[in-house]
């Protein structure tokens, strides 16, 4: 009867440490998964940034312009001290940079009426376009790149492509359209 208790004992120690042993190799498993697809998000990610933004670098516009014009896109007319805060440089900087913006035609500065000294800022009509056209680009290049890949390869993306969608929805708490709750309650002034 000794025995049989001790085999038991035995037996459940055993699979003790086999559950530990299996849960540190799923943890090292998701981790190892989770950098498997930072590396090859984020190499995908700047190739299709570099095709999409080429034209504007080789004609004088910097990342940084381009990056501006993003924000503003996203955000909507911002003032020269929100920029800054984005761009995390000094408001003198963010100036310099958005002068260089208004010297390509690229952003225009607007006055407040109520308060003349606040000067915001919006992408111009040329801007929106130029946007329009890095974003035509690379989803051109998307297909392309699309077209590399069998049916089966392109239903496991589709799939995995909406989970990270719906997770990234979840992390910046964003409703499934891709909007922040609180701009459905967004009022005319803003």
Same mark, same amino acid.
């Given at each position: =009867?000794? !025995?049989?208790i001790m085999i038991i004992g035995l037996d459940m120690t055993v699979r003790v440490a086999m559950i530990v042993h299996d849960m540190r190799t799923i943890d090292q498993t998701? +981790? &190892?998964?989770? !950098?498997s697809i930072l590396s090859d998000v984020g190499w995908s990610l700047? $190739?299709?940034r570099c095709a999409s933004t080429e034209k504007f670098v080789k004609a004088g516009i910097s990342m940084t312009q381009i990056h501006v014009l993003r924000q503003l896109e996203q955000h909507g007319t911002m003032s020269m001290s929100?920029? %800054? $805060?984005?761009?995390d440089v000094s408001l003198s900087n963010a100036t310099g940079i958005i &002068?260089? =913006? +208004?010297e390509h035609g690229l952003v225009?500065? @607007?006055r407040v009426p109520d308060d003349r000294r606040v000067v915001l800022v919006?992408? /111009? $009509?040329?801007?929106?376009? %130029?946007? &329009? #056209?890095? $974003?035509g680009i690379k989803l051109d290049r998307i297909r392309a790149i699309c077209d590399h890949l069998d049916d089966v390869q392109l239903r496991r993306i589709t799939q995995a492509v909406g989970d990270l969608r719906g997770a990234v929805a979840a #992390?910046? !708490?964003? /409703?499934? &359209? !891709?909007?922040?709750? @609180?701009d459905h309650h967004a009022t005319s002034a803003g």
């Open positions: =009867m000794i !025995g049989l998701r +981790a &190892d998964l989770i !950098g700047r $190739e299709l929100r920029i %800054a $805060e984005l761009l &002068d260089r =913006m +208004a225009e500065r @607007v919006q992408p /111009s $009509e040329l801007g929106i376009q %130029a946007l &329009d #056209e890095t $974003e #992390e910046f !708490g964003l /409703s499934d &359209d !891709g909007t922040h709750p @609180v």
